[in-house]
Every structure is written in C-alpha cells, then in structure tokens.
C-alpha cells in the first residue's frame, strides 16, 4: 500500500484531503505544523496554531488516520515574518503564502515523507499536478494546473514548487469545487467543518497586518508627493503603512480620488495619482521559477496575474537570463506591487513565475 503525508491545518480542505485519498486506498498519515499563534477574538487560533493543530487531530482521530505536530515556529520566523516585516519597511509587499510554500510547508513535508518511507506528499490545495509527458518540462516531468473551480484555484501560491516537490504532490481537491468539498466534511460529520474558512494571513491579527506592523516596525514620517506635479500634498507615517494601490489612510483631502502608485524607500516617499496612474503594462521579475523549459526562446506569449484572485491576462514574457524575466502585457493592469509575484500561464498550465521588482 502507497504511503501519504497530508498537511493537515485543521481545516475543511486539508481534512477531506485526507478522506479522499484514504478512500482512494493510500495509508495516510497526517502532519501538521505549529508555525504561529495569533490572537483572534480573544483565543490563540490561526491555520496553524495550537487551536488548529488540535482540531487537525480530532479530525484525524474520527478518520482512523495516524496524525503527529511538527513545531517550525523558529524556522516560520526566520522564513516568513521576519522577511515579511523587513519588505514593508522597505515599501515591498511581500506575500508571506507563498514565501512559506517555498521554504516551509512543502519542503519539511518532502522531509518528513523521506523520513518515514512515504511516497507521496499532498495538501488541500486547489489545483492539479498532471505528467508533462510529450511536452517541454524539464526535471521529471510535472505540470502544474489551475484547479478546476476557478474561484477557489491556488495555483498561483505554488509556482515556486520544484520538480522533485511536484513529483511527489497528491491534490485530489483540484478536480472538485468547494462546495462539494463542504458537503463532504458535513457529510461525514467532520469537526473541521464548523471550522470558518482560513483566513487570507495565518499569523496576521483580525487580517489587519498594518496594526500587526505597528508593532514591529519603527514609524518614519515622510512626504506624500503628487506624482503629477511634484507637489507634497501630506505627510505619511511609515512607509510599512502603505502598498501599491492603496487608497485609504492617505490622511489627505484633494477633491477627488488618489491611489499610492510608487514607494521609495530612499526618499522616504509615497507618490499618489489618479487611478490611471497605477495601472501598469510592464514590469521585471526575479527569482524566477520554471516549471517548463524555455530553452532557445527569448520571447514567448502567456497569460499572467499577478495577484491570486484576478484573472491572468494575455502578456508577452521576454527573458533577460535564467533568473530575470520582463512581463509585458497587452493592456495595463491594476497595480502591480513589488514583492508579489507575477504567475505565468499556457492556458491552465502554470509555466513559472517571479517576484516583481
């Protein structure tokens, strides 16, 4: 019988998860990960608090299925908030999802699988790994896929999976849409489905990560300049406050509406604009990942988002070498921020991606 590690936080996703794959008839074993513990309403919850973590075992116990805590809180740190609140200081937006896929969350879990003589990894996300057989992938040979329920597809947040991570990755969730997954966990009476739906920030206060910055980063006021005319129409109190985009807590009142559309760091500067001025059609990245070989092009056509929740829209990618690569899209779009990462798509088929610079 294949072995599975399933991450499980606790909620409805990663829960029927492990259904699933155990009904597919995989001896599942279920681990989860004690990365952080944020004060919400009074409790210690988030999706990997102790709360959480107790959840995830209950949820195992009522399945039959063998469940152990992992404690990585040093680790998270020093991955993932730590490197979050140094990019606000700076007037980056990170996105600490995927910064923790990447050096946390998959490959501790390939980590563990290897220790215990496990096949195969899996979480409850939604998307899809296929064989690339016939098609031009390096490694091993994985695609990954948006899932099939378009509202709820995370492909997105896992562009910086490996091939070695990818080949051994179970999503069974990536062919169902969430209200089936729902129905599943009510169904069989899962504790995890009167849990609420994981909140977008695990280690982030009532999803309020300005208050949470506050707290951890030193406050330097600075002009908020027009960047149409140059002129200094406020003052700003931190550039951690403020991302690309933005329109609230400006503190400022001209008559008409005004976006954060650059921040620099070495000014101390937040430039607004009218909405217009924030829109983009070029940008780079770096820290690119590929999950399918680009040898010989210098250019090609994809779909890019670059955020996990708008629609991928048509771009040519040109790339500068193996790490850089420059996205230019067909029409502007909405606010690209450095320190998100832009996505690249052959229509459902992730091909890679980087961080916007």
């Given at each position: 019988?294949?072995?599975?590690?399933?991450?499980?936080?606790?909620?409805v996703?990663?829960?029927?998860?492990?259904y699933l794959?155990?009904?597919q008839?995989?001896?599942?074993?279920?681990?989860?990960?004690?990365?952080?513990?944020?004060?919400?309403?009074n409790?210690?919850?988030?999706?990997?608090?102790?709360?959480?973590?107790?959840?995830a075992?209950?949820?195992?116990?009522?399945?039959?299925?063998?469940?152990?805590?992992?404690?990585?809180?040093?680790?998270?740190?020093?991955k993932?908030?730590?490197?979050?609140?140094?990019?606000?200081?700076?007037?980056?937006?990170?996105?600490?999802?995927?910064?923790?896929?990447?050096?946390?969350?998959?490959?501790y879990?390939?980590?563990?699988a290897?220790?215990?003589?496990?096949?195969?990894?899996?979480?409850?996300?939604?998307?899809r790994?296929?064989?690339?057989?016939?098609?031009?992938?390096?490694?091993?040979g994985c695609?990954l896929?948006?899932?099939?329920?378009?509202?709820?597809d995370?492909?997105?947040?896992?562009?910086?999976?490996?091939?070695?991570?990818?080949s051994?990755?179970?999503l069974p969730?990536?062919?169902?849409r969430?209200?089936?997954?729902?129905?599943?966990?009510?169904?069989?009476?899962l504790?995890?489905?009167?849990?609420?739906?994981?909140?977008?920030?695990?280690?982030?206060?009532?999803?309020?990560?300005?208050?949470?910055?506050?707290?951890?980063?030193?406050?330097?006021?600075?002009?908020?300049?027009?960047?149409e005319?140059g002129?200094?129409?406020?003052s700003?109190?931190?550039?951690?406050?403020?991302?690309i985009?933005?329109?609230?807590r400006l503190?400022?009142a001209?008559?008409?509406?005004l976006?954060?559309?650059?921040?620099?760091?070495?000014?101390?500067?937040?430039?607004?604009?009218?909405?217009?001025?924030?829109?983009?059609?070029?940008?780079?990245?770096?820290?690119v990942?590929?999950?399918?070989?680009?040898?010989g092009l210098?250019?090609?056509?994809?779909?890019?988002?670059?955020?996990?929740?708008?629609?991928?829209e048509?771009?040519?990618?040109?790339?500068?070498?193996?790490n850089?690569?420059?996205?230019?899209?067909?029409?502007p779009?909405?606010a690209p921020a450095?320190?998100q990462?832009?996505?690249?798509y052959?229509e459902?088929?992730?091909?890679g991606?980087?961080?916007?610079?």
């Amino acid at each position: 019988m294949k072995k599975v590690i399933v991450g499980m936080s606790g909620g409805v996703d990663s829960s029927v998860t492990a259904y699933l794959l155990k009904e597919q008839g995989y001896s599942v074993e279920g681990i989860s990960f004690i990365l952080y513990e944020a004060r919400l309403k009074n409790t210690f919850t988030g999706c990997c608090s102790i709360e959480a973590i107790n959840d995830a075992r209950r949820t195992a116990e009522h399945m039959g299925v063998t469940h152990a805590a992992v404690d990585l809180r040093n680790e998270f740190i020093q991955k993932v908030i730590e490197p979050f609140i140094e990019a606000y200081s700076q007037g980056i937006t990170p996105n600490p999802c995927i910064l923790c896929n990447k050096y946390i969350k998959f490959p501790y879990l390939l980590k563990i699988a290897d220790e215990k003589g496990a096949d195969f990894i899996a979480t409850g996300h939604y998307a899809r790994v296929e064989s690339g057989q016939g098609s031009r992938v390096k490694g091993q040979g994985c695609l990954l896929k948006k899932g099939l329920d378009a509202k709820k597809d995370q492909s997105y947040v896992l562009y910086v999976l490996r091939q070695e991570e990818l080949s051994r990755l179970k999503l069974p969730l990536g062919e169902k849409r969430k209200d089936e997954v729902r129905e599943i966990a009510r169904m069989l009476n899962l504790p995890a489905a009167k849990r609420p739906e994981s909140q977008e920030i695990c280690f982030i206060e009532d999803r309020n990560y300005f208050k949470f910055l506050e707290h951890l980063t030193e406050s330097k006021e600075g002009p908020i300049i027009d960047v149409e005319t140059g002129n200094i129409l406020g003052s700003h109190k931190g550039l951690h406050l403020y991302t690309i985009g933005q329109r609230k807590r400006l503190g400022i009142a001209t008559g008409k509406p005004l976006f954060v559309t650059r921040i620099d760091p070495s000014k101390n500067a937040i430039y607004v604009g009218p909405r217009e001025a924030a829109m983009m059609k070029e940008f780079v990245v770096e820290d690119v990942n590929w999950l399918s070989t680009q040898e010989g092009l210098e250019h090609f056509r994809a779909t890019v988002k670059v955020r996990s929740m708008m629609k991928d829209e048509p771009a040519t990618i040109s790339i500068l070498d193996d790490n850089m690569a420059k996205v230019i899209y067909d029409e502007p779009q909405w606010a690209p921020a450095p320190g998100q990462s832009a996505v690249f798509y052959d229509e459902d088929t992730v091909i890679g991606g980087g961080v916007i610079v």
